[in-house]
């Protein structure tokens, strides 16, 4: 079962806005008519109760939504680049890789239809038509696309239960959970022998209830050892925690402190979930002599165990019932419609930002950074446009308020030019 996974995602690119003046017979002087790029697509994660893990997308690990077409003459705007959409399970996070080695959670879909948009595409850029004005009546300028967004994310699965049952190895989840479900695990006398967690819907009366079979934790488990941090995971998002113990274990009151003190310190709200103590295993002979022993050392401890035997049924439905009753009321989930998946990048200017840089002027303000990235800069008639616009914007002036003036350079974005108004 693949539950942590990281890959590289990123929007569609814009597409190029189109040069082109209007041809046609009895019009000796069509003005401009060159159309704008078409956007690209977003890069969304859905969620889809059918998808179990995250293996699918861990074959190709880089992924990018399809670009925007350019514009063409006669005013006709590029095709929309189509958005890529990734299906992932229910209960994944996204995270996104920021810098130095930090991360920030972007979302956690864990309803059926639930979406976030990972990386917005570039918006498409102008035509030359879009330039034209009463002065300037045949501009020869267009800009190129925005680029797409791109990101490292990190998908982590965290299994939507509503009891986990933990223990040691062989303690008997998985006998368990075939016991009380449909869920067929592997089952073997041996330790270990889960290697990932299983679900199964148990049924008590009108109610249903997911359970999941978290595999055997071991002392250090919440450090890492064995495979300790990737299945107390699992247990993050449970409502109720079953601990099961080994009743032919020596000491099975011991077996559950172990399995307390491991949940306690990894921490995550999983301690101050609800709880329920099971003994397994009272059906074998060496168990059946110490079954009043094994009640009163629980009983001295404050704890009320369940006396069970996975293997016979004997004790299951009591302790069944009870883990139904266990269980908060199930809120009324609405459908989560996806994030509509626009690109503002042509917003106003009020969160301008300038400061100085190695002897530069650096400009932060979206709007001003993407017509810059954006316009064909390396032309007079491009960097004429550019200025004539951030003096409309206001660009100009804030710049001048923080003290630079002709010739002094400006940065934005990748883009660096010398002030020219």
Not at 20 to 42: A, C, H, I, L, Y
Not at 113 to 139: E, K, L
Not at 214 to 223: F, K, M
Request: with cysteine.
């Amino acid at each position: 079962m693949i539950d942590s996974l990281t890959i590289r995602v990123r929007g569609g690119g814009g597409g190029a806005g189109s040069v082109s003046f209007r041809r046609e017979k009895f019009v000796p002087r069509g003005g401009p008519d060159g159309g704008d790029g078409g956007d690209g697509g977003n890069v969304i994660l859905i969620a889809d109760r059918s998808i179990r893990t995250l293996k699918e997308l861990g074959r190709k690990r880089v992924f990018q939504a399809e670009s925007g077409k350019r514009g063409e003459g006669g005013k006709k705007h590029g095709r929309r680049g189509a958005d890529l959409v990734m299906k992932v399970p229910l209960g994944t996070e996204i995270w996104r890789e920021a810098a130095g080695g930090t991360r920030e959670l972007i979302a956690e879909l864990i309803e059926d239809g639930g979406s976030a948009v990972a990386a917005r595409g570039g918006i498409g850029g102008w035509g030359n038509a879009r330039f034209a004005t009463s002065v300037q009546r045949a501009p020869r300028i267009a800009q190129r696309g925005q680029q797409g967004e791109g990101a490292n994310l990190i998908l982590e699965l965290k299994l939507l239960a509503d009891v986990g049952i933990v223990g040691l190895p062989n303690a008997g989840k998985s006998t368990l959970l075939r016991a009380i479900s449909a869920a067929r695990p592997k089952v073997a006398d041996y330790p270990f022998t889960t290697l990932e967690p299983v679900l199964g819907v148990v049924e008590s009366g009108w109610q249903t209830f997911v359970v999941a079979d978290i595999p055997g934790l071991i002392e250090g488990a919440h450090r890492g050892a064995g495979l300790g941090l990737d299945f107390l995971r699992h247990a993050e998002r449970t409502k109720v925690v079953l601990y099961l113990v080994d009743g032919s274990s020596q000491d099975p009151l011991a077996d559950f402190r172990t399995v307390e003190a491991e949940v306690g310190e990894y921490g995550h709200g999983v301690a101050e979930r609800r709880r329920l103590v099971a003994v397994n295993k009272i059906d074998r002979l060496e168990v059946v002599q110490r079954r009043g022993e094994i009640r009163d050392r629980f009983s001295k401890a404050g704890l009320d165990a369940f006396l069970v035997s996975a293997a016979s049924g004997e004790g299951l439905d009591e302790l069944v019932r009870c883990l139904a009753e266990a269980l908060p009321p199930q809120e009324e989930k609405r459908p989560v419609r996806a994030e509509a998946a626009s690109v503002l990048v042509q917003a106003s200017a009020s969160d301008l930002r300038i400061w100085r840089e190695d002897g530069a002027f650096r400009v932060a303000e979206g709007r001003a950074v993407a017509f810059a990235e954006m316009m064909p800069v390396e032309t007079d008639e491009g960097r004429a446009e550019l200025w004539r616009r951030f003096k409309r914007w206001g660009v100009s002036g804030a710049l001048r308020r923080a003290g630079a003036k002709r010739g002094d350079h400006v940065r934005l974005g990748h883009v660096e030019l010398e002030i020219e108004a």
